[in-house]
């Protein structure tokens, strides 16, 4: 699998140096519509990388090594092979979001305003939640299960506080490469020696 020298085949081993497009995008879209499909499964964490080693669901092994800043979305085109009509994908599961809106507290008075958003810290970073803030939304990866989650925002019930689960998929596109990587990388199981805590962005 060749193109403009972005794939290098050594052996059984296939080189990557950078994304050509992605799935969702003209022309790919209509090229990929009978194409051969090969998959590179990464989770949340490992998509954060530049470089690593993955085997595909072919049995390929790839290997990976892309410019610092550049990060891998769902669905970027790894490896296309015109002759042969196959394409390598790279295919990233990411956990889902909760988006909690806090846009209603600024109809509050001043102390209510400020003891809210206090109390809302508070809450979130007892439950060692990683967060990035982005305006009046804060996102919090999923660390436990939904009902879990909901169950410590239900507990609290913070006014002028709303708060939805969202798909990863959803939300990556508003995130700088850093906020993703302190949502999805953060939201490893305890124990991976990923730091949590509070990450705030105001732009």
């Not at 090594?65 to 085109?77: F, K, M, T, W, Y």
């Not at 302190?182 to 105001?202: D, I, M, Q, V």
Request: proline share 4%; hydrophobic share 40%; net charge negative.
């Amino acid at each position: 699998m060749t193109v403009n020298d972005s794939v290098q085949r050594e052996d059984a081993l296939i080189r990557i140096g950078e994304v050509l497009g992605n799935e969702a995008e003209e022309p790919w879209v209509a090229r990929l519509a009978d194409a051969h499909i090969d998959l590179v499964m990464l989770d949340q964490w490992e998509a954060q990388k530049s470089r690593f080693r993955r085997p595909t669901t072919h049995g390929a092994e790839v290997a990976i090594s892309l410019d610092r800043g550049v990060q891998l979305r769902n669905g970027d085109i790894l490896g296309w092979d015109a002759e042969r009509n196959e394409a390598l994908i790279a295919r990233i599961i990411l956990k889902d979001v909760m988006v909690v809106e806090v846009d209603g507290v600024t109809a509050l008075d001043p102390e209510t305003l400020v003891r809210t958003c206090i109390e809302l810290g508070h809450a979130i970073g007892n439950q060692h939640w990683p967060t990035v803030v982005k305006g009046t939304k804060v996102f919090v990866p999923l660390t436990v299960d939904h009902a879990v989650m909901s169950s410590v925002m239900k507990t609290h019930a913070f006014e002028g506080v709303t708060y939805s689960f969202s798909s990863g998929d959803e939300v990556i596109p508003y995130l700088a490469p850093h906020e993703s990587r302190r949502l999805f990388g953060g939201a490893e199981p305890p124990g991976t020696g990923h730091s949590h805590g509070a990450e705030h962005n105001h732009g």
